[in-house]
T-cell receptor, first 111, second 113 residues
Framework: GQNIDQPTEMTATEGAIVQINCTYQ??????LFWYQQHAGEAPTFLSY????GLEEKGRFSSFLSRSKGYSYLLLKELQMKDSASYLC????????????FGKGTMLLVSP | NAGVTQTPKFRILKIGQSMTLQCTQD?????MYWYRQDPGMGLKLIYY???????DKGEVPNGYNVSRSTTEDFPLRLELAAPSQTSVYFC????????????FGPGTRLLVL
C-alpha cells in the first residue's frame, strides 16, 4: 500500500522561510510532485523531483531523498498569498501515471 | 486554451438521484483523471483513462462510472447518490505519464441530502 505523511498545519510570518516535510512509503517510486491549493480552488503544480537533490524555482525549492523516503518544500520570503494548502503526491509505479496524494499541509502566513 | 473545464460548479442531489459530472480538456492530453477531495483527507483517485476507450479504477471507484469516447471528454456518472458522495470532485489531465504534470479543473462541489 501507499502511505504519505505531511504535517496538518503550519504557521509562519511574512518574509520568513518555512519548510514543509513529506515522508512516504510506497511500492516503487517514480517521482514526487508538490502542488499548491488555495481555499476553494484547484491544485496547481509547483515542483517535480525524481532524482535525489534540490530543485530550485524562484522562491520555492523542493528536495528529495529516495533512500529516506523523504521530501521537503522550502518557501522563502513568504508572502500573504502563500497561505494555502500544500499537497505532496507520489507516483509509485512505472506503469500508468497515477498519483497518490498526501492529506496536505495548510500553511497560514501572518503579517 | 480553456484548459480543463468542469460543469456544474455546484449541485445538490437527493439520495438515490443520479447525475453526470462533465469534464472537458482542450490540450489534446491523453490521460484524464477524476478525484474526490473531502475536508482534511487529500485527493483520492476515483477513475482514470489513458486514452479514448480505455478506463481503469482508482482507489475509490465504488458508486461511480466513467466513459471516454473522445480525447477531450471524460464524464463521471453517479448512480444512486448517497450522502457519502458529498465531496468536491476534481477532473485533471496530463499529456502522458512520467514527469508530466497534471492540470486540474476548477472542481464541482456536490452535496447529497
Amino acid at each position: 500500500g501507499q502511505n504519505i505523511d505531511q504535517p496538518t498545519e503550519m504557521t509562519a510570518t511574512e518574509g520568513a522561510i518555512v519548510q514543509i516535510n513529506c515522508t512516504y512509503q510506497t511500492s516503487g517510486f517514480n517521482g514526487l510532485f508538490w502542488y499548491q491549493q488555495h481555499a476553494g480552488e484547484a491544485p496547481t503544480f509547483l515542483s517535480y523531483n525524481v532524482l535525489d537533490g534540490l530543485e530550485e524555482k524562484g522562491r520555492f525549492s523542493s528536495f528529495l531523498s529516495r533512500s529516506k523516503g523523504y521530501s521537503y518544500l522550502l518557501l522563502k520570503e513568504l508572502q500573504m498569498k502563500d497561505s494555502a494548502s500544500y499537497l505532496c503526491a507520489v507516483r509509485a509505479n512505472s506503469g500508468y501515471s497515477t498519483l497518490t496524494f498526501g492529506k496536505g499541509t495548510m500553511l497560514l502566513v501572518s503579517p | 486554451n480553456a484548459g480543463v473545464t468542469q460543469t456544474p460548479k455546484f449541485r445538490i442531489l437527493k439520495i438515490g438521484q443520479s447525475m453526470t459530472l462533465q469534464c472537458t480538456q482542450d490540450m489534446n492530453h491523453n490521460y484524464m483523471y477524476w478525484y474526490r477531495q473531502d475536508p482534511g483527507m487529500g485527493l483520492k483517485l476515483i477513475y482514470y483513462s489513458v486514452g479514448a476507450g480505455i478506463t481503469d479504477k482508482g482507489e475509490v471507484p465504488n458508486g461511480y462510472n466513467v466513459s471516454r469516447s473522445t480525447t477531450e471528454d471524460f464524464p463521471l456518472r453517479l448512480e444512486l447518490a448517497a450522502p457519502s458522495q458529498t465531496s468536491v470532485y476534481f477532473c485533471a489531465s496530463s499529456y502522458s505519464g512520467g514527469s508530466e504534470t497534471q492540470y486540474f479543473g476548477p472542481g464541482t462541489r456536490l452535496l447529497v441530502l
